[in-house]
């Protein structure tokens, strides 16, 4: 009969310890870390002997002028530019589920091992009377942790075209178009001399020996060859705009050979789009799924949901890749020299849905903790329930540790070794500390105040015409460094994941919309109004702090823009931003530049007060700052263009006062 009564407990305990939720615990918001080497993402389409590729590469070169070269076993059919937020549409949206964060279920089963530990052994301890006293004590302090842990409300919590032609070279034919930012050429040529001579006279490196081997192999085989050519400044890494090039071919292939020149490990990313699961050597499978399209009418925008997993993609761009029923398939690895020695031939193959599973080390010792957990107290269940205590009641408390509790022990231990063992550990990399929905509920709720701070400061009373407010709107946000919440770029006006676009009418605006990680639009009509009080505060300390004599290091210049508390302080940095827009006040300046420097020195690591220290800079003098704070030398160059500024704006003042005079 006790044994019954207990069990039951024990049943509800555990339902009930399961179904516990308040809607405060928060998973961090984590993805596979990408190797810190050169990279390539790319989007490749194949469709009834038709393939459409969309190819991105992250630069680590060195000097101004880029380009690539790709060789195709056809001419291409089409060149076209593509938006860069469509590749990073599928990196978001398309891949792994990685385990990082089990605190909540390590915290659960916890609170289930300890109370079902100490009720067995009350069970089996029930003709000890000295056993019983110890295990109750064991109960109650394991109460007493409880309550201690319900007082702590942050436990568990936040952790705080023109086209040209060559007529001149007789063994080369090439094409020239402007697809965007890029002059792409299209070369047909007779042997690898001649493409290495046009590529010298066009600023290209030229090709080494092994190249024009590789180069002749591709001109046998009737192959032609595409070149892009693209800018960058200050010798920083810089990830172009993707363009699409379509072309025939009977099968599916993606070119490696020349990247393989390198002689670097190269991390590719390759998304396939096709009727099935596509598979090639040297790369791994870490999701591949069937996907259903729908339309919502609500927006007029198409809707390709995964069959077996809850992946979403909203795009009207996608529209141009994707069909109902298509497969999408990611494939990626690190790959090494050796492995580029030949061109990727993809194969297709009818497979059902998949998706990998990784861990992080943090992840795969929670999980497995779990594992041996679970095992341990369901074990303490099923010997309660099989003790027979008049057989054992003789017995001394060694021989029941030694037949019962260190067996099982033992068990338990191995069922989470084995658990640990089995995982695909990789390192991850937390890009917020608050769940996406968490973030996108404090970003979405802040900037529909900051819209209406600017609606109501900048826009209104003014006759704007609506390209002049969406130019005001595209300006400030350039001048204000604000971060993309899913995008390693400035917030804009557009519709990536993370960015934003509005309606409005006679100078004001009426409707937002944010777009969510996976594409879907989220529109506000009606604004949070910030309290006026509060605001008038905020700009009333900003000019305080800003403007008051302060010797170098000055701790509460700095402590005012340590920006690491959170999503909630954004609120009273929105009214300052407008307001040194809008007044342009020149006497700010110094003390921010001292600031600026203190961090840059001292903390580099500080990402967010250095761009809401740049942000308060690019608002006062209309100077657009860098996105990337954390380079020394776009940062200084920065510095020097806001003090020229400064010493300008004193110029003009004292020449003012003199004409007046």
Same mark, same amino acid.
């Given at each position: 009969?006790?044994?019954?009564?207990?069990?039951?407990?024990?049943?509800?305990?555990?339902?009930?310890?399961?179904?516990?939720?308040?809607?405060?615990?928060?998973?961090?918001?984590?993805?596979?870390?990408?190797?810190?080497?050169?990279?390539?993402?790319?989007?490749?389409?194949?469709?009834?002997?038709?393939?459409?590729?969309?190819?991105?590469?992250?630069?680590?070169?060195?000097?101004?002028?880029?380009?690539?070269?790709?060789?195709?076993?056809?001419?291409?059919?089409?060149?076209?530019?593509?938006?860069?937020?469509?590749?990073?549409?599928?990196?978001?949206?398309?891949?792994?589920?990685?385990?990082?964060?089990?605190?909540?279920?390590?915290?659960?089963?916890?609170?289930?091992?300890?109370?079902?530990?100490?009720?067995?052994?009350?069970?089996?301890?029930?003709?000890?009377?000295?056993?019983?006293?110890?295990?109750?004590?064991?109960?109650?302090?394991?109460?007493?942790?409880?309550?201690?842990?319900?007082?702590?409300?942050?436990?568990?919590?936040?952790?705080?075209?023109?086209?040209?032609?060559?007529?001149?070279?007789?063994?080369?034919?090439?094409?020239?178009?402007?697809?965007?930012?890029?002059?792409?050429?299209?070369?047909?040529?007779?042997?690898?001399?001649?493409?290495?001579?046009?590529?010298?006279?066009?600023?290209?490196?030229?090709?080494?020996?092994?190249?024009?081997?590789?180069?002749?192999?591709?001109?046998?085989?009737?192959?032609?060859?595409?070149?892009? =050519? !693209?800018? #960058?400044? /200050?010798? +920083?890494?810089?990830?172009?705009?993707?363009?699409? &090039?379509?072309?025939?071919?009977? $099968?599916?292939?993606?070119?490696?050979?020349?990247?393989?020149?390198?002689?670097?490990?190269?991390?590719?990313?390759?998304?396939?789009?096709?009727?099935?699961?596509?598979?090639?050597?040297?790369?791994?499978?870490?999701?591949?799924?069937?996907?259903?399209?729908?339309?919502?009418?609500?927006?007029?925008?198409?809707?390709?949901?995964?069959?077996?997993?809850?992946? =979403? !993609?909203? #795009?009207? /761009?996608? +529209?141009?890749?994707?069909?109902?029923?298509?497969? &999408?398939?990611?494939?990626?690895? $690190?790959?090494?020299?050796?492995?580029?020695?030949?061109?990727?031939?993809?194969?297709?193959?009818?497979?059902?849905?998949?998706?990998?599973?990784?861990?992080?080390?943090?992840?795969?010792?929670?999980?497995?903790?779990?594992?041996?957990?679970?095992?341990?107290?369901?074990?303490?269940?099923?010997?309660?329930?099989?003790?027979?205590?008049?057989?054992?009641?003789? =017995?001394?408390?060694?021989?029941?540790?030694?037949?019962?509790?260190?067996?099982?022990?033992? &068990?338990?231990?191995?069922?989470?070794?084995?658990?640990?063992?089995?995982?695909?550990?990789?390192?991850?990399?937390?890009?917020?500390?608050?769940?996406?929905?968490?973030?996108?509920?404090?970003?979405?709720?802040?900037?529909?105040?900051?819209?209406?701070?600017?609606?109501?400061?900048?826009?209104?009373?003014?006759?704007?015409?609506?390209?002049?407010?969406?130019?005001?709107?595209?300006?400030?946000? =350039?001048?204000?460094?604000?971060?993309?919440?899913?995008?390693?770029?400035?917030?804009?006006?557009?519709?990536?994941?993370?960015?934003?676009?509005?309606?409005?009418?006679?100078?004001?605006?009426?409707?937002?919309?944010?777009?969510?990680?996976?594409?879907?639009?989220?529109?506000?009509?009606?604004?949070?109004?910030?309290?006026?009080?509060?605001?008038?505060?905020?700009?009333?300390?900003?000019?305080?702090?800003?403007?008051?004599?302060?010797?170098?290091?000055?701790?509460?210049?700095?402590?005012?823009?340590?920006?690491?508390?959170?999503?909630?302080?954004?609120?009273?940095?929105?009214?300052?931003?407008?307001?040194?827009?809008?007044?342009?006040?020149?006497?700010?300046?110094?003390?921010?530049?001292?600031?600026?420097?203190?961090?840059?020195?001292?903390?580099?690591?500080?990402?967010?007060?250095?761009?809401?220290?740049?942000?308060?800079?690019?608002?006062?003098?209309?100077?657009?700052?860098?996105?990337?704070?954390?380079?020394?030398?776009?940062?200084?160059?920065?510095?020097?263009?806001?003090?020229?500024?400064?010493?300008?704006?004193?110029?003009?003042?004292?020449?003012?006062?003199?004409?007046?005079?």
């Amino acid at each position: 009969m006790i044994k019954q009564v207990v069990l039951s407990l024990l049943v509800f305990l555990s339902i009930s310890t399961f179904t516990y939720g308040d809607g405060k615990f928060y998973a961090d918001y984590t993805v596979k870390k990408t190797p810190n080497i050169p990279t390539q993402r790319a989007i490749l389409k194949y469709l009834y002997g038709k393939e459409t590729l969309i190819i991105e590469s992250k630069l680590d070169g060195q000097g101004e002028n880029f380009g690539w070269v790709i060789p195709l076993p056809a001419k291409p059919d089409k060149l076209d530019i593509v938006q860069p937020g469509l590749i990073e549409l599928f990196s978001l949206n398309i891949g792994p589920k990685v385990h990082h964060d089990f605190d909540e279920k390590l915290l659960r089963t916890f609170f289930l091992v300890i109370p079902i530990t100490c009720l067995c052994l009350t069970i089996l301890f029930l003709k000890h009377r000295k056993r019983l006293r110890l295990v109750l004590l064991l109960f109650i302090g394991f109460l007493t942790f409880i309550f201690a842990s319900l007082a702590m409300p942050t436990l568990g919590l936040y952790t705080t075209a023109g086209i040209s032609n060559d007529p001149t070279n007789n063994s080369l034919s090439v094409t020239t178009q402007t697809i965007g930012n890029y002059d792409v050429s299209i070369l047909e040529a007779s042997d690898s001399q001649a493409l290495d001579q046009w590529l010298k006279e066009n600023h290209f490196q030229g090709l080494t020996d092994k190249e024009k081997i590789i180069i002749d192999d591709y001109i046998n085989k009737g192959w032609c060859f595409v070149t892009s =050519k !693209l800018h #960058r400044h /200050d010798d +920083q890494p810089a990830t172009p705009h993707p363009i699409a &090039i379509e072309f025939q071919s009977d $099968t599916a292939i993606y070119p490696m050979r020349l990247t393989g020149m390198t002689n670097a490990p190269v991390y590719l990313e390759l998304y396939v789009i096709a009727m099935d699961q596509a598979s090639t050597p040297h790369l791994t499978i870490e999701f591949s799924d069937n996907f259903t399209e729908s339309i919502e009418s609500q927006f007029n925008m198409n809707r390709y949901s995964s069959n077996a997993f809850s992946e =979403k !993609l909203y #795009r009207s /761009d996608s +529209q141009q890749l994707l069909w109902d029923g298509c497969r &999408i398939t990611k494939l990626c690895n $690190t790959v090494s020299p050796e492995n580029m020695a030949h061109d990727y031939i993809i194969d297709f193959n009818k497979k059902p849905g998949y998706q990998k599973h990784y861990y992080s080390s943090q992840g795969a010792l929670q999980s497995s903790s779990i594992i041996g957990l679970t095992t341990w107290w369901v074990g303490m269940i099923v010997i309660s329930l099989l003790y027979n205590n008049e057989k054992h009641k003789d =017995k001394d408390f060694k021989y029941f540790r030694n037949i019962f509790l260190l067996p099982l022990f033992l &068990i338990s231990l191995a069922f989470g070794s084995a658990a640990l063992v089995s995982y695909d550990i990789v390192d991850v990399e937390v890009k917020s500390k608050y769940h996406p929905r968490y973030v996108s509920m404090l970003d979405f709720r802040n900037k529909r105040i900051l819209f209406d701070e600017i609606s109501s400061s900048i826009a209104n009373y003014q006759d704007m015409t609506d390209i002049e407010l969406k130019n005001l709107y595209d300006h400030f946000f =350039k001048m204000a460094n604000f971060e993309n919440p899913y995008l390693p770029t400035k917030l804009e006006r557009n519709s990536l994941p993370g960015n934003f676009d509005f309606t409005y009418d006679d100078g004001k605006i009426t409707s937002i919309c944010f777009y969510s990680q996976n594409g879907y639009p989220k529109y506000y009509s009606s604004f949070a109004i910030q309290d006026n009080t509060r605001r008038k505060n905020a700009i009333k300390d900003a000019y305080t702090f800003l403007t008051s004599e302060a010797k170098p290091g000055n701790q509460g210049l700095i402590d005012y823009f340590n920006a690491e508390p959170g999503y909630f302080s954004e609120l009273d940095r929105y009214p300052v931003l407008v307001d040194f827009y809008i007044n342009q006040p020149k006497e700010i300046i110094p003390n921010t530049l001292q600031v600026l420097k203190y961090y840059l020195k001292n903390k580099p690591d500080k990402v967010k007060s250095l761009r809401y220290i740049t942000s308060v800079l690019g608002c006062t003098t209309h100077i657009e700052p860098p996105f990337n704070v954390r380079s020394q030398t776009l940062m200084n160059q920065y510095i020097q263009q806001i003090e020229q500024w400064h010493q300008q704006k004193i110029e003009n003042d004292s020449a003012a006062i003199t004409n007046t005079q």
